[in-house]
Nanobody, 127 residues
Framework: QVHLVESGGGLVQTGGSLRLSCAAS????????MGWFRQAPGREREFLAT????????YYADVAKGRFTISRDNAKNTVYLQMNSLKPEDTAIYYC????????????????????WGQGTQVTVSS
């Protein structure tokens, strides 16, 4: 079992930045591929980015490319999502998720292939 706790959400103006954090516990952190999804009201959960256990490989959804950056600090058991140039349409609950890394690069963008989820953190971008 892996326990994930997100933080760093909040209210920001259009064009602003936020850095989300997700602290993990319960399993060797470098054995976990980590991901970020978001879900806006009335919409399906949307993949944003994923990173391998070592941090050497990342993969982004088109909506995240160029504005969002996923990173991790294995010494702190934490994964981050840096979000820049935020827009009102970025308003959503942002979720951290993880799955066993498997020791090979296999970017996964489908929610049901992830095993563990955090409770989510609200991001609201005002216009």
């Amino acid at each position: 079992q892996v326990h994930l706790v997100e933080s760093g959400g909040g209210l920001v103006q259009t064009g602003g930045s936020l850095r989300l954090s997700c602290a993990a516990s319960g399993r060797a952190f470098n054995s976990l591929a980590m991901g970020w999804f978001r879900q806006a009201p009335g919409r399906e959960r949307e993949f944003l980015a994923t990173i391998t256990g070592s941090g050497s490989e990342t993969y982004y959804a088109d909506v995240a490319k160029g504005r969002f950056t996923i990173s991790r600090d294995n010494a702190k058991n934490t994964v981050y999502l840096q979000m820049n140039s935020l827009k009102p349409e970025d308003t959503a609950i942002y979720y951290c998720t993880s799955r066993p890394d498997g020791g090979r690069y296999r970017p996964v963008s489908v929610a049901n292939e992830y095993d563990w989820w955090g409770q989510g953190t609200q991001v609201t971008v005002s216009s």
